[in-house]
Nanobody, 131 residues
Framework: EVQLQASGGGLVQPGGSLRLSCAAS????????IGWFRQAPGQEREGVAS????????YYTESVQGRCTLSADNAMNTVYLQMDNLKPDDTAVYYC????????????????????????WGQGTLVTVSS
């Protein structure tokens, strides 16, 4: 069964850090496009970051630039989103997604995330930033 299992969310104080994980099963992530998007209550989906795993190209939405790092461990078949200096505005359910349609840049796949154009997505993990 093709599946993505997201984990690592929780309650953190402003300025804190979290590392979200997304474990893939039923397929390998080596040559896939990988991304994270989030959705806060009552808000539209927002792309967070994307990665072309074959060449390492990454893209981050402006609000998380310098605070988030998206990486992939192909041996573990797992994707990570390291989030530092978290802010209350980062509160949302975070979803990972994987696509196989070719994109020349990570930004191209980022736009696909916003359109819902991907192959597999995880169930989401809740991040709450609050004091």
């Amino acid at each position: 069964e093709v599946q993505l299992q997201a984990s690592g969310g929780g309650l953190v104080q402003p300025g804190g850090s979290l590392r979200l994980s997304c474990a893939a099963s039923g397929f390998t992530i080596d040559d896939r496009n990988i991304g994270w998007f989030r959705q806060a209550p009552g808000q539209e989906r927002e792309g967070v970051a994307s990665l072309i795993n074959s060449d390492g190209d990454t893209y981050y939405t402006e609000s998380v630039q310098g605070r988030c790092t998206l990486s992939a461990d192909n041996a573990m078949n797992t994707v990570y989103l390291q989030m530092d200096n978290l802010k209350p505005d980062d509160t949302a359910v975070y979803y990972c997604a994987v696509g196989s349609r070719p994109h020349s840049t990570a930004y191209g796949f980022f736009l696909s995330l916003l359109r819902g154009d991907y192959d597999v997505w995880g169930q989401g993990t809740l991040v709450t930033v609050s004091s």
